[in-house]
């Protein structure tokens, strides 16, 4: 999702701004559109990168969102309430804090 509006953004606006201007093909904004069509899609290709991370970013605080309120966001712990390395939570946290 995040690479689909990275490259609308990226190939669509520049086209779109260059198919607006050539309406009248002989208009001086159609003959410098034509012109700067590669400065266009640079300028655009960083604004598409940008509109990606920033879709990408979006998307992924939704999903933690949904996963915190549906309870199964992942903490590192696994079903037996141990985590990855074999491990309590309470084990790492009173190594971590040894006094009580």
Same mark, same amino acid.
């Given at each position: 999702?995040?690479?689909?509006?990275?490259?609308? +953004?990226? &190939? =669509? #606006?520049?086209?779109?701004?260059?198919?607006? *201007?050539?309406? $009248?093909?002989?208009?001086? @904004?159609?003959? !410098?559109?034509?012109?700067?069509?590669? +400065?266009? &899609? =640079? #300028?655009?290709?960083?604004?598409?990168?940008? *509109?990606?991370? $920033?879709?990408?970013?979006? @998307?992924?605080? !939704?999903?933690?969102?949904?996963?915190?309120?549906?309870?199964?966001?992942?903490?590192?712990?696994?079903?037996?309430?141990?985590?990855?390395?074999?491990?309590?939570?309470?084990?790492?946290?009173?190594?971590?804090?040894?006094?009580?």
């Amino acid at each position: 999702m995040a690479l689909a509006a990275g490259a609308l +953004v990226a &190939l =669509g #606006v520049p086209f779109g701004e260059l198919w607006r *201007a050539c309406r $009248a093909p002989t208009s001086e @904004a159609c003959v !410098w559109g034509k012109a700067l069509l590669p +400065v266009s &899609l =640079g #300028v655009g290709a960083v604004l598409g990168i940008a *509109a990606a991370a $920033a879709a990408y970013a979006l @998307a992924r605080a !939704w999903q933690r969102r949904q996963a915190a309120r549906d309870g199964t966001e992942d903490d590192g712990t696994e079903d037996d309430g141990t985590t990855n390395d074999g491990t309590t939570n309470d084990q790492r946290r009173r190594a971590r804090n040894p006094l009580p």
